[in-house]
């Protein structure tokens, strides 16, 4: 298994654009977590999704924030419109529900830079 | 959940023994410790957890104390590849956990 997949690696974009950031999680896993970090807040849980259905988006920061599931082994993370202060490294990881924490794996990031 | 409470930074001589403490003085009962490590640019990673018995795995030792307050994370004969930020987590295990993520501590590995 190739693990936990995120695209792009990295995204610089301009102010007002807006941005999509992919993850393809591990075959079998059945829930979904986004997570952002920046130097100032840490590792923050943005989003959790359970079999497709959002549970729990208390950490989205605003309406510019949105994600989906279109499938249940991919999400997408959208920021419409992007602003500087959205720069961050965004991680998402998956598990199967039920399962300890060795079943909790990261991708490997997507940073991105708004400018 | 329970928080928790480590040093921001700790240094390690390549080969000698890497011992990361952790404070969870509030506790409960059904909650378990859970340590991630976090390697630069990459994501967090699963270390070890445990619940009141001392665990061992081929990455590291948890040594949990009898009152559960606090905790040790072993790395035994620490590389310069375990030069990461180390998370100590408590929380109660089961389909709804959730890591949720503290500032960790920076473990450096020095020659």
């Known amino acids: 298994d190739a693990g936990v997949i995120q695209s792009p690696r990295h995204e610089v974009t301009e102010m007002g654009q807006e941005v999509t950031l992919r993850c393809k999680l591990i075959s079998g896993h059945n829930s979904l977590f986004w997570y952002r970090q920046t130097m100032m807040r840490g590792l923050e849980l943005l989003i959790y999704?359970?079999?497709?259905?959002?549970?729990?988006d208390s950490g989205m920061p605003e309406d510019r924030f949105s994600a989906k599931m279109p499938n249940a082994s991919f999400s997408t993370l959208k920021i419409q419109p992007s602003e500087p202060r959205d720069s961050a490294v965004y991680f998402c990881?998956?598990?199967?529900?039920?399962?300890?924490?060795?079943?909790?794996?990261f991708g490997s990031g997507t940073r991105l830079t708004v400018v | 959940d329970a928080k928790t409470t480590q040093p921001p930074s700790m240094d390690c001589a390549e080969g000698r023994a890497a011992n990361l403490p952790c404070n969870h003085s509030?506790?409960?009962?059904?909650?378990?410790v859970y340590w991630y490590r976090q390697i630069h640019s990459q994501g967090p990673q699963y270390i070890i957890h445990g619940l009141k018995n001392n665990e061992t795995n081929e990455m590291a030792s948890l040594i949990i104390t009898e009152d559960r307050k606090s905790s040790t994370l072993i790395l035994p004969h620490a590389t310069l590849r375990d030069t990461a930020v180390y998370y100590c987590?408590?929380?109660?295990?089961?389909?709804?956990?959730?890591?949720?993520f503290g500032r960790g501590t920076s473990l450096i590995v020095h020659p």
């Open positions: 987590i408590v929380r109660a295990s089961g389909g709804s956990y959730i890591p949720t």
């Open positions: 999704f359970n079999n497709n259905v959002p549970i729990d």
């Open positions: 990881a998956s598990s199967f529900s039920g399962a300890r924490d060795y079943g909790y794996t």
């Open positions: 509030t506790i409960s009962g059904n909650e378990y």
